[in-house]
T-cell receptor, first 111, second 114 residues
C-alpha cells in the first residue's frame, strides 16, 4: 500500500507568519503533487500543484517546494491570514497509481 | 455554472436500510470518484470510474456499490452491509482518465445512521 505521511497534524500560526506543511511519499512513480484546501463542511479544492520537472512553484502567497531525492514536498503559506484557516491535504499521485490523501493538517491562523 | 452537485446535503438512515447518494457533474469529465471522510481524518477512496459503464473498487469498497450508466452521473449506494456508514461522503471528477490530474470535488453528503 502506498504510504503518504503528512505533518504536522495541526498548526497554529500568528497572522502574518509563515505556515509550513510537509508531505513525504514512498512511490517514485508519482508525477503529480497537489495540495488541497478544505473548509469545514465543504469539499476540498485544489490550492496548488507541482510536476516533478521543477523544484518550486509559487502562486501568490502559496509556494510548493519539491525535493525529488528526499521524496518530500511542502506547502508554504506566506503572510498567513485568518481566512487561510482550513484543513490542508497532500495527495501525490500519477500514472496508474491510485491517489492517496494525507491525513490532513488543520491550520489555525490567529489574529 | 459548471461543477459537481451532490444530493442530499444531509441524510439520515435507519440501521438495515440501503441509501443512495447522488452525484452529477456537467464538466464533461471522464473520471469520477467517491471518497469517505471521517472526523479528523483524510479521504479514503471507495470506488472510482474512469469511463462510462466501467468502475473499480477503491481501498474501502466493502458495503458500497456504484453504477456509471451515464458520463454525468455516478451514484453511490450505501448498503446495510456497511457496518459503520456514518461519515461525510465526497464525490469528485477529473478530466483525464489517469490519476495525475486535478480532482474537482462536490459539496459532500453527510450521512448519519440512527
Amino acid at each position: 500500500q502506498q504510504q503518504v505521511k503528512q505533518s504536522p497534524q495541526s498548526l497554529i500560526v500568528q497572522k502574518g507568519g509563515i505556515s509550513i506543511i510537509n508531505c513525504a511519499y514512498e512511490n517514485t512513480a508519482f508525477d503529480y503533487f497537489p495540495w488541497y484546501q478544505q473548509f469545514p463542511g465543504k469539499g476540498p479544492a485544489l490550492l496548488i500543484a507541482i510536476r516533478p520537472d521543477v523544484s518550486e512553484k509559487k502562486e501568490g502567497r502559496f509556494t510548493i517546494s519539491f525535493n525529488k531525492s528526499a521524496k518530500q514536498f511542502s506547502l508554504h503559506i506566506m503572510d498567513s491570514q485568518p481566512g487561510d484557516s482550513a484543513t490542508y491535504f497532500c495527495a501525490p499521485t500519477g500514472g496508474y497509481q491510485k491517489v492517496t490523501f494525507g491525513t490532513g493538517t488543520k491550520l489555525q491562523v490567529i489574529p | 455554472d459548471g461543477g459537481i452537485t451532490q444530493s442530499p446535503k444531509y441524510l439520515f438512515r435507519k440501521e438495515g436500510q440501503n441509501v443512495t447518494l447522488s452525484c452529477e457533474q456537467n464538466l464533461n469529465h471522464d473520471a469520477m470518484y467517491w471518497y469517505r471522510q471521517d472526523p479528523g481524518q483524510g479521504l479514503r477512496l471507495i470506488y472510482y470510474s474512469q469511463i462510462v459503464n466501467d468502475f473499480q473498487k477503491g481501498d474501502i469498497a466493502e458495503g458500497y456499490s456504484v453504477s456509471r450508466e451515464k458520463k454525468e452521473s455516478f451514484p453511490l449506494t450505501v448498503t446495510s452491509a456497511q457496518k459503520n456508514p456514518t461519515a461525510f461522503y465526497l464525490c469528485a471528477s477529473s478530466l483525464a482518465s489517469g490519476w495525475g490530474d486535478e480532482q474537482f470535488f462536490g459539496p459532500g453528503t453527510r450521512l448519519t445512521v440512527l
